[in-house]
């Protein structure tokens, strides 16, 4: 079905597309997004494409002050700070996003466990196209 190989480029590739995509180890039934190509659970090599609807859970964030030099070319610094957190997919597996639609200035009132869908934020930094994974609320 999908040809093209589980790597973190074919991951980004299909961001561009708007596909949120992960492997899945035939064996274990493990999912890993970003896609690998082999299970870190069993070590089985037989992996297949896995698309995911794009809904899950905050496990964990964090609020960004010190940004790196990617995201500083974004706007984001210590008077616009941002949130990075780790989504908990409805079909299992962890992926890291970008929070947006909360407050990173109140990260007393960001609740783990509150549901999220997905958002691609397509950005032009020069002449350089990129598209980042983002969760905002449901
Ligand atoms: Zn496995």
């Known amino acids: 079905m999908e040809e093209r190989p589980f790597s973190d480029i074919t991951y980004?590739?299909?961001l561009k597309e708007e596909r949120l995509m992960g492997s899945r180890c035939k064996e274990c039934d493990a999912r890993f997004?970003?896609?690998r190509s082999i299970c870190v659970k069993c070590f089985s090599s037989d992996m297949e494409w896995l698309e995911l609807k794009g809904k899950g859970?905050?496990?964990a964030f964090t609020c960004i002050t010190i940004a790196p030099p990617f995201m500083i070319?974004?706007?984001?610094?210590?008077?616009n700070p941002y949130i990075s957190g780790v989504v908990e997919l409805a079909e299992g597996g962890?992926?890291?996003a970008r929070i947006e639609g909360l407050d990173?200035?109140?990260p007393e009132?960001?609740?783990?466990?509150i549901p999220l869908k997905v958002k691609y934020l397509h950005t032009e930094v020069g002449a350089k196209k990129e598209t980042y994974l983002?969760?905002?609320p449901l």
Request: charged content about 35%.
């Open 104 to 106: 990173p200035n109140k």
């Open 109 to 113: 009132e960001i609740k783990v466990g």
């Open 134 to 136: 983002a969760f905002e």
């Open 12 to 14: 980004e590739q299909y």
């Open 33 to 35: 997004v970003p896609p």
């Open 94 to 96: 962890r992926v890291d």
């Open 57 to 59: 859970r905050l496990a």
């Open 73 to 79: 070319a974004q706007g984001y610094n210590r008077k």
